[in-house]
């Protein structure tokens, strides 16, 4: 099994900042490169959306038009984890924020079904 931990969620002002992080554990850490690892959101009373991926082995990343030049996907190889660096943000942003994580050998989905690992969300809360 894996399991997916997020932090880092909070209340910002519009045009402010906010670092999620999400700490993988389990299998995961054994295959970690064969990993492809995302960020999805979901706000009140709409269908969960993809934000951002990226391949654990070679770093190729896939954003979401919205967030593209705002918010930039990474990952820490040795502490097996993933994080998500939101910037300029704005109220639209606001959501319950998930790490998702699939042992595939390639590609960045970017529906919910295409992965089979999820944590448990943290809030992002953006005020105008």
């Known amino acids: 099994q894996v399991q997916l931990v997020e932090s880092g969620g909070g209340l910002v002002q519009a045009g402010g900042s906010l670092r999620l992080s999400c700490a993988a554990s389990g299998r995961i850490t054994f295959s970690t490169y064969t990993y492809t690892m995302a960020w999805f959101r979901q706000a009140p009373g709409k269908e969960r959306e993809f934000v951002a991926g990226?391949?654990?082995?070679?770093?190729?990343?896939r954003y979401e038009d919205s967030v593209k030049g705002r918010f930039t996907i990474s990952r820490d190889n040795a502490k097996n984890t993933l994080a998500l660096q939101m910037n300029s943000l704005k109220p639209e942003d606001t959501a319950v924020y998930y790490c998702a994580a699939v042992d595939a050998l390639r590609g960045i989905p970017s529906s919910v079904t295409g992965y089979d690992y999820w944590g448990q969300g943290t809030q992002v809360t953006v005020s105008s």
């Open positions: 990226i391949r654990w082995l070679n770093g190729i990343t």
